[in-house]
């Protein structure tokens, strides 16, 4: 039997991603279509604790598709770790009647959801919302694609100045336990190699992979390091790069956080619209403590506890081999 929700809240907690706004107004217009009383919650967690929460109507979400970051803002809230941080939180969503709640965010915001949907019996439902892509239960997590377009943007102006001077650029993107990002950016750049947090790749091979091309006349060559690489990030191996390959001029260039803003892409402006319609729906229909995510391009739920527990074994090697073979 469905459940009779009459008050749904929505939050974006941990890293923010270009396309959480467009999720946002998709959560928010859903529910309001569907007769429900709508409420965002702002800074994440921080704003359950301390009872931020504010009713949002159908204009309230107008004009914010195409805008990076998050209207709702979010924040890393340690309190909301701890029991009496949970009962806080709950009682301020008691005092409304919110019986559903919506979370936007990465691992961490789902372990915090978990423990939450568990200990209190509300209704939780999860969208992958990071650039890391780094959750189970989706091909790709909000964010991911317009980090991408970001950094191969990037590259292709750092390619220019790297081709006019036959330097060799070593260029370090985020991705602290995932090689998601630096993977496909290579891959869509050109780049000459790739080093991911999943992946040891010795000195030896590397340089070897350079000399092809060195030997071949490439003019320049572009190195994407992704930043848990554990050989070092991009300036450590730049360095010992340099020790044994001192023909060419070496550059190191950090993308930094340039990465997580920016105007959401049409990919992520529709999976963030799609993502946020079914996470309404699945509350509407009884479904709870699930994460809504894209397989091919269906959307379908999955657990939270197994999103969570299939973390990061995402990497596609197929890629990965393929992008020795087309940096020749
Ligand atoms: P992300 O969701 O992007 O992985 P974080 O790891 O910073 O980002 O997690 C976001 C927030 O989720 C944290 O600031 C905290 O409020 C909450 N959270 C993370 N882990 C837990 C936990 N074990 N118990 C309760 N809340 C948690």
Redesign the pocket.
């Given at each position: 039997m469905k459940p009779n929700i009459k008050n749904i809240a929505v939050l974006t907690?941990?890293?923010d991603a270009p396309g959480m706004n467009a999720c946002i107004r998709a959560v928010v217009r859903t529910g309001i279509y569907n007769g429900v009383n709508m409420f965002g919650v702002m800074q994440?967690?921080?704003g359950l604790i301390n009872n931020n929460i504010i009713p949002m109507d159908a204009r309230s979400v107008s004009n914010i598709i195409h805008l990076g970051g998050t209207i709702l803002k979010t924040?890393?809230?340690?309190e909301?770790?701890t029991e009496e941080g949970?009962e806080i939180a709950f009682n301020h969503l008691k005092e409304r009647e919110i019986d559903g709640l919506v979370v936007i965010?990465?691992?961490?915001?789902?372990?915090?959801a978990q423990?939450?949907g568990k200990k209190f019996g509300i209704r939780v439902m999860g969208v992958p919302g990071?650039i890391d892509n780094d959750l189970y239960g989706s091909d790709f997590t909000l964010g991911y694609d317009t980090a991408i377009n970001t950094v191969i943007e990037a590259i292709d102006k750092i390619r220019d100045t790297a081709d006019s001077h036959d330097r060799l650029f070593f260029i370090e993107v985020m991705g602290r336990d995932s090689g998601c990002i630096a993977l496909r950016s290579a891959i869509s750049s050109g780049a000459e190699a790739v080093l991911l947090p999943e992946r040891e790749t010795s000195l030896d091979e590397l340089i070897n992979q350079l000399e092809i091309g060195a030997k071949t006349k490439k003019s320049s060559s572009i190195v994407i390091v992704s930043e848990g690489h554990k050989a070092g990030g991009a300036y450590d191996v730049a360095k010992k790069v340099k020790e044994r390959f001192n023909h060419y001029d070496t550059k190191v260039t950090i993308l930094g956080h340039l990465q997580r803003g920016g105007s959401p892409s049409s990919f992520d402006r529709i999976l963030g619209s799609r993502l946020g319609y079914a996470a309404v729906n699945e509350l509407l229909s009884g479904n709870s403590m699930q994460m809504v995510g894209l397989f091919g391009n269906e959307i379908k739920a999955t657990s939270i506890d197994e999103a969570l527990t299939g973390h990061n074994f995402k990497l596609e090697s197929d890629l990965l081999e393929m992008t020795k073979v087309l940096s020749i």
């Open positions: 907690s941990g890293g994440g967690y921080q924040a890393r809230c340690l909301f770790k949970m965010g990465g691992d961490g915001t789902f372990t915090g423990r939450f990071t």
